[in-house]
């Protein structure tokens, strides 16, 4: 059974950071690439946020994103991380890891993770 166990969320002021974990397990974690995406309130749809290739760690990111999250992996421990930077309001969400169905090069024009997710992880940026 495929699980993912997120965590590192919580409550942070505008401009700061927080780290989060994602450890699978129930099948070969370096086969495939990876992404975490977050849903926010209102009944959203998830969005892809970033992708992390297992070939050679090339990584993509939502350009909501892009130049303050930071994705990387390792393999060995079957855990992603992704270490998030000057947050800002809009980053409110629900953060989940994702294993992906198509490679990650696609993220950013199609959807391309399963939908099948974890628990979650919350995050709360707000003064």
């Keep these: 059974e495929v699980q993912f166990v997120e965590s590192g969320g919580g409550m942070v002021q505008p ?3 927080l780290r989060l974990s994602c450890t699978a397990s129930g099948f ?3 086969a495939y690439d990876m992404s975490w995406v977050r849903q926010a309130p209102a009944g ?3 969005e892809w946020v970033s ?3 297992t070939r050679d760690g090339t990584t993509f990111y939502a350009d909501s994103v892009k130049g303050r999250f930071t994705i990387s992996r390792d393999n060995a421990e079957n855990t992603m991380y992704l270490q998030m930077d000057s947050l800002k309001p809009e980053d409110t969400a629900l953060y989940y890891c994702a294993r ?3 490679p990650v090069d696609f993220c950013s024009v199609t959807p391309c993770f ?3 997710l974890g628990q979650g992880t919350q995050v709360i940026v707000s003064s």
């Design 44 to 46: 959203k749809g998830p």
């Design 15 to 17: 401009g700061g950071s």
């Design 28 to 30: 070969t974690f370096s």
């Design 51 to 53: 992708g992390i290739n």
């Design 100 to 102: 992906n169905a198509l």
């Design 114 to 116: 399963e939908t099948d």
